[in-house]
């Protein structure tokens, strides 16, 4: 359970960066901000599996819980 709300509150934070530069950065650095949060968002999303798969294999049962949180 907490699982699933950690999931719905992270979710979002994507959208509330993309939010932020919008009102943040000026029309001339907009795409560059853009294009970090993409890059990090992405960046992301292949560390976070890929870390808690080496966790596992590493630490056997306890590996996965641990990168989880």
Do not use: K, Q
Request: charged fraction near 10%; proline fraction near 3%.
């Amino acid at each position: 359970m907490i699982a699933f709300l950690w999931g719905g509150a992270v979710g979002g934070l994507n959208t509330l960066a993309v939010i932020e530069a919008g009102a943040r950065v000026d029309e001339m650095r907009m795409s560059a901000a853009m294009t970090a949060i993409a890059f990090c968002y992405t960046l992301g999303g292949f560390a976070g599996p890929a870390a808690a798969g080496l966790a596992t294999e590493m630490l056997s049962m306890h590996g996965l819980p641990m990168v989880a949180g």
